[in-house]
């Protein structure tokens, strides 16, 4: 079935450092992929969309590209600060009207 | 814009006992999910609903969830009786369509321990 690995945390950084979060998927069809960030104490929220091959998502100084040939998503951001320890979530959906989420990779960032 | 909005925020229980939660989706969104989320791991959608009628509830333990959204608004999800490892957070969403480019909005959240 379909599925999303992430990369295990936590991922611990200094401010200032650059930031990859591996994701790679599994699907039928041609899924759209997303980034969640869940911020300590909030709701999941969206962070940036990519919905076909070669699209490049991006909010907030992060981005990922939409790879069909290594069916991956991986999330960058050149800079992290201490305000992005956050717990990120992949996720994908294929059209069934289910989103399905990768475990999620905690991300702390020092000062 | 008012978000999603869940109650209550925790709840502690013994098993065996029945527990109750409650969700009102942003106004006009048709599609509303249920999540749980195990620490240490994803979401897992537990029921999709699409204005009062289920579009997905193949991974919903029926032996001992339900869910209703009466009026195709607001929603409840009920678990009689608990078990231990019901112990997570359960998390609503909703969004405009459920189509899949569609983002989902989610609330803050039920934390359940069972003991």
């Known amino acids: 079935g379909d599925s999303v690995t992430q990369m295990e945390g936590p991922v611990t950084l200094s401010e200032e450092a650059f930031l990859t979060i591996n994701c790679t998927y599994t699907a039928t069809g041609y899924p759209s992929l997303f980034w969640y960030v869940q911020y300590p104490g909030e709701g999941l929220q969206l962070l940036l969309k990519a919905t076909k091959a070669d699209d490049k998502g991006s909010n907030k100084g992060f981005e990922a590209t939409y790879r069909k040939e290594t069916t991956s998503f991986h999330l960058e951001k050149g800079s992290v600060q201490v305000s992005d320890s956050a717990v990120y979530f992949c996720a994908l959906n294929t059209g069934g009207f289910k989103t399905i989420f990768g475990a999620g990779t905690r991300l702390f960032v020092k000062a | 814009e008012a978000g999603v909005a869940q109650s209550p925020r925790y709840k502690i229980i013994e098993k065996r006992q029945s527990v109750a939660f409650w969700c009102n989706p942003i106004?006009?969104?048709?599609?509303l999910y249920w999540y749980q989320q195990i620490l240490g791991q994803g979401p897992k959608l537990l029921i999709q609903?699409?204005?009062?009628?289920?579009?997905?509830d193949s991974q919903l333990p029926k032996d001992r969830f339900s869910a209703e959204r009466l009026k195709g608004v607001d929603s409840t999800l009920k678990i009689q009786p608990a078990k231990l490892e019901d112990s997570a957070v359960y998390l609503c969403?909703?969004?405009?369509?459920?189509?899949?480019?569609?983002?989902?909005?989610f609330g803050q959240g039920t934390r359940l321990t069972v003991v």
């Open positions: 969403a909703s969004s405009s369509s459920g189509g899949m480019n569609t983002e989902a909005f």
């Open positions: 609903f699409q204005n009062n009628g289920v579009v997905d």
């Open positions: 106004s006009g969104h048709a599609t």
